[in-house]
């Protein structure tokens, strides 16, 4: 059996933007990345699972319920469904507080773990991307290439394959580096 290819999306800040101090919670608070759609569209195209690994410590902080975060993903699948004719092969949410004993939480790299084994992936075919550092520690610790997205320098992610300053310059990455 072909193992298959990944392509992990960290949500808040790669999926839809980030709400700075606050959770988004509402679908009128979901607001989706420039770029999103053009590079969610070339991984389905090229045969990746597309998996969301995110951690969402608002519902371990009861600020929305693990109900409404269901809702929320629900609305999010049917928007891209809508949009791209396709939608995420599967989704991870960390609700855990970040405390030291987290089991889940990136930068650790259980949900990516856990979808590698589940959907039988190929790290070294697979890749991690995300906007803040632990996500490229969490890819690089389950052994995927990460692409960091924002204003960073190397010394923030020594471990990313990329860095970049835009999804469409990740794209660039991928259309060049993945198949």
Not at 34 to 62: C, H, M, T, Y
Not at 80 to 103: K, Q
Not at 155 to 178: K, N, R, W
Request: include cysteine; aromatic fraction near 10%; hydrophobic fraction near 40%.
């Amino acid at each position: 059996m072909e193992r298959s290819r990944i392509v992990f999306f960290d949500r808040d800040g790669i999926v839809n933007r980030r709400l700075v101090d606050d959770y988004v919670r509402r679908p009128d608070q979901f607001v989706f990345c420039d770029g999103f759609f053009p590079l969610f569209e070339w991984v389905k195209a090229n045969g990746f699972r597309a998996i969301v690994v995110s951690n969402q410590q608002g519902v371990g902080k009861g600020i929305m319920t693990a109900e409404e975060l269901a809702a929320l993903t629900e609305w999010m699948h049917e928007q891209i469904r809508a949009r791209c004719g396709a939608t995420f092969d599967d989704v991870y949410y960390c609700t855990e507080l970040d405390t030291p004993d987290a089991r889940c939480r990136k930068p650790r790299p259980t949900m990516l773990l856990d979808a590698l084994d589940k959907w039988h992936g190929d790290p070294s075919r697979s890749w991690m991307i995300g906007d803040m550092p632990s996500d490229v520690e969490a890819g690089v610790a389950a052994g995927v290439r990460a692409i960091l997205v924002g204003d960073y320098a190397r010394s923030d992610a020594p471990g990313a394959y990329a860095i970049v300053s835009s999804l469409a310059e990740c794209l660039q990455v991928l259309q060049t580096a993945a198949l």
